[in-house]
């Protein structure tokens, strides 16, 4: 296991994390939060005038699924990527179609630890899961499920599937992964200025070798056990 105990850096993550996701069950105090984001934030945030949100803690395939939704939707206004119950809460509430992507919560937490590079972040990501799940178990049947397997294999079913769900009409044809590779280096590129680096959400051999490192530790952390059992509650429930 990486030695980054004396890293203030990743502790300062650690509790950003922490509290974010724990602001992030009120939609009340994650809006407060929310005031002064920049403009490209507030947009993707649940209100009036969203067409869906798509939402689920980092590391669940939603870069990849709201990308290519985004691709072949351009004109929806998509809710997404703010990783918290929040979304889900005010998206039940709006009436606005609202997706939770879920995965197996080991497998989730490994993958953003991996994109972190940090084994100190696995018990604030592990609380984040716990978190956005306990609330999407509560509504959960005013909400579309969706299994990381069905994300990544199946995409253009459950964009049918959402349209059936919700009487939606949204453009099932997904794109090929190498188009939304590129869209994904391409929105990179634009905010960090880093046209020579690949989008870090996408795989890479790096990524997979501290997988491999860190999957053990994940899988002996405290929080795996309750979050597998809410996990366990959870499928059957999705598509």
Not at 16 to 37: C, E, H, I, W, Y
Request: glycine content about 4%; proline content about 6%.
């Amino acid at each position: 296991m990486p030695d980054l105990t004396n890293n203030l850096f990743f502790y300062y993550l650690s509790v950003l994390l922490d509290t974010r996701s724990f602001v992030g069950q009120s939609p009340q105090l994650f809006g407060l939060l929310q005031k002064n984001a920049p403009a490209c934030r507030l947009e993707s945030l649940v209100g009036k005038n969203t067409d869906i949100c798509i939402e689920s803690p980092s590391g669940s395939a939603n870069s990849y699924f709201v990308n290519g939704f985004q691709m072949v939707n351009p004109e929806v206004r998509v809710a997404h990527h703010h990783h918290v119950a929040a979304q889900v809460t005010m998206g039940v509430r709006l009436r606005v179609p609202t997706v939770v992507l879920l995965r197996d919560p080991v497998d989730c937490v490994v993958s953003r630890a991996a994109f972190m590079n940090s084994p100190i972040l696995i018990g604030p990501i592990f609380r984040q899961w716990i978190r956005f799940f306990r609330a999407a178990e509560q509504v959960r049947d005013k909400i579309l499920i969706v299994s990381f397997e069905s994300v990544t294999k199946q995409p253009e079913e459950v964009i049918r599937a959402i349209n059936v769900r919700f009487g939606t009409s949204f453009n099932s044809k997904f794109p090929g992964i190498e188009q939304i590779s590129a869209r994904m280096d391409r929105r990179y590129a634009q905010v960090t200025g880093k046209s020579e680096q690949r989008n870090p959400n996408l795989p890479s051999t790096d990524k997979e070798a501290f997988k491999s490192r860190i999957r053990p530790f994940v899988m002996e952390h405290r929080l795996a056990r309750p979050a597998c059992d809410l996990y366990s509650r959870l499928v059957g429930a999705e598509i």
